[in-house]
């Protein structure tokens, strides 16, 4: 399952625009502003593709300037990364170095990148 949100640059009215939203399946209105002519809106779909066609049917509106994601959860995505996280310990956590001489300089670049 994809959850994304959209903002939608209406050409006309905002109301005019989700009067179109309504034929599209998948997409809630969730706020508009009348005076910057912009709608904010969800896309629920069931992958990726799923919700590229969405938004190029949004995309395709007469009353739409256009259509841009803004954030998106994907749930494949996540299982992906899931499988891909090491149980393993950083070396640079899992030394024997007391803690009162471990010395934190604001930065973990000069230990990324150790010569």
């Known amino acids: 399952m994809n ?4 903002i939608v640059y209406c050409q006309n009215t ?12 998948g ?9 910057k002519r912009i709608i904010i809106l969800s896309i629920e779909a069931e992958n990726i593709e799923a919700e590229m066609h ?5 995309s395709a509106l007469p009353s739409v300037l256009e259509a841009h994601l803004h954030y998106s959860y994907s ?3 996540l299982e ?5 996280i090491s149980s393993e310990v950083s070396p ?16 973990v670049y000069n230990q990324m990148y150790k010569s």
């Open 92 to 107: 640079i956590l899992d030394d024997e170095t007391p803690i009162e001489e471990v010395r934190y300089s604001g930065s």
């Open 80 to 84: 992906q990364a899931r499988a891909n």
């Open 27 to 35: 997409c809630e209105v969730h706020l508009m502003d009348e005076d």
């Open 75 to 77: 749930e494949e995505e």
């Open 54 to 58: 969405i938004l190029n049917a949004i």
């Open 14 to 25: 905002p109301e005019e625009t989700q009067e179109e939203l309504k034929g599209i399946q």
């Open 3 to 6: 959850i994304s949100s959209a």
